[in-house]
């Protein structure tokens, strides 16, 4: 799939509305108004406000555009916006890249996921010899926002890598294909980048190790993971609220993506013995296993619509040891496989937006 035949596909699509919120905000928080931001977007207040709306791709670009002509005296202006999409601007998408087991696995879901919702730019990933290749393909953006979306994307990118992996990606280079520009600008690259930049390059992208993409995430920055958790928490509340230490141990199910906590763990956790947990939850009416059955199938249903991740993924996230597993507790949960439950509701994963990866030895 060659990237100019695919790139209308790629990232002309629909996108939640937290793209646009952000890009306003770092306007505002610039003095720019909200009516001069939204100018000849189509994009309302009433939208802007509501978390499950929408806009098309034509739209963020004149956003971006009514940014830059707002603040053409701020160079560093994609980057300040890039370093705002954090881990829980996308929702339960953050809850997956947090989740990966590792930098490889981390590192495919973030392209995955800045595909399908903001990036308006096209992620290559490239694997030659011991390096990994990272590029950003941007000739199908308009000139005049080109270079905007491009620092936008690839501050984005940092951002995610440094709140999943804890710490900055020690990269081996950085190309851009851009001439060299002032020197306060060429700092505000390095400083992002953690190494300065080489310019006039034939492509734009990142070099690191091979060998990285098979480290084991650390635990999040606890301020993404509280977010997180929040988010996860109201999404189950909303299917069914719970009280006392049902919701105690239920709260505790989703307090570490990827890890999903066993009864005599959360005992322990709570200075009880599992026997004393079981009474106290039985006295509620609720049991461990229903609370993890709660906790799992509401996760698994969202994460099948909110990130598009296969049935694989989505086992190895709640906690299950083989896609078999899952999918037998899937079918206990909602009386058919999960197959059989994405094609009943239209939950298609998005390959189609989608680059292919290439991983060539070289």
């Known amino acids: 799939m060659s990237v100019k035949a695919s790139a209308k596909s790629i990232w002309d699509f629909r996108r939640g509305i937290a793209t646009a919120r952000v890009l306003t905000q770092l306007g505002v928080d610039h003095g720019v108004s909200v009516d001069n931001m939204l100018r000849h977007t189509g994009i309302t207040r009433a939208l802007l406000d509501d978390p499950k709306g929408e806009i098309e791709a034509h739209q963020e670009v004149q956003l971006i555009r009514n940014l830059i002509n707002a603040l053409p005296h701020i160079p560093t202006l994609g980057l300040q916006a890039g370093t705002r999409y954090h881990v829980t601007t996308y929702g339960l998408w953050g809850y997956?890249?947090?989740?990966?087991?590792?930098?490889?696995?981390?590192?495919?879901?973030?392209?995955?996921?800045?595909?399908?919702?903001?990036?308006?730019?096209?992620?290559?990933?490239?694997?030659?010899?011991?390096?990994?290749?990272?590029?950003?393909?941007?000739?199908?953006?308009?000139?005049?926002?080109?270079?905007?979306?491009?620092?936008?994307?690839?501050?984005?990118?940092?951002?995610l890598q440094r709140e999943i992996l804890g710490h900055p990606l020690p990269y081996r280079a950085i190309h851009m294909r851009r001439a060299e520009p002032a020197l306060d600008m060429v700092e505000a690259y390095t400083n992002l980048?953690?190494?300065?930049?080489?310019?006039?390059?034939?492509?734009?992208?990142?070099?690191?190790?091979t060998a990285l993409m098979q480290e084991k995430l650390p635990q999040a920055d606890p301020h993404t993971a509280a977010l997180c958790e929040q988010m996860c928490r109201k999404l189950v509340d909303a299917r069914k609220t719970r009280t006392g230490v049902a919701a105690a141990v239920r709260d505790r199910l989703m307090r570490t993506p990827g890890h999903i906590p066993d009864m005599e763990e959360i005992a322990a956790e709570m200075k009880i013995t599992s026997r004393t947990l079981r009474r106290h939850l039985t006295a509620e009416g609720a049991t461990f296993r229903a609370l993890l059955?709660?906790?799992?199938?509401?996760?698994?249903?969202?994460?099948?619509?909110?990130?598009?991740?296969?049935?694989?993924?989505?086992?190895?996230?709640?906690?299950?040891?083989?896609?078999?597993?899952?999918?037998?507790?899937?079918?206990?949960?909602?009386?058919?496989?999960?197959?059989?439950?994405?094609?009943?509701?239209?939950?298609?994963?998005?390959?189609?937006?989608?680059?292919?990866?290439?991983?060539?030895?070289?």
């Open 96 to 159: 997956a890249v947090m989740s990966s087991p590792t930098l490889g696995s981390g590192v495919g879901m973030a392209s995955r996921m800045l595909n399908l919702t903001f990036s308006l730019t096209i992620n290559d990933i490239e694997q030659l010899g011991d390096l990994i290749q990272s590029s950003f393909h941007s000739d199908h953006l308009p000139p005049d926002v080109r270079q905007f979306i491009l620092d936008r994307d690839r501050a984005a990118v940092i951002t």
């Open 193 to 209: 980048f953690g190494i300065r930049p080489m310019f006039g390059q034939a492509r734009d992208c990142a070099l690191f190790e």
């Open 293 to 362: 059955e709660e906790v799992r199938s509401t996760l698994a249903e969202e994460l099948m619509a909110s990130a598009s991740l296969t049935h694989g993924e989505i086992a190895e996230r709640l906690g299950y040891a083989d896609v078999t597993t899952f999918i037998e507790a899937f079918r206990r949960w909602k009386g058919m496989p999960p197959s059989e439950f994405r094609r009943t509701n239209g939950l298609t994963t998005q390959a189609a937006r989608i680059p292919r990866r290439r991983f060539v030895t070289r």
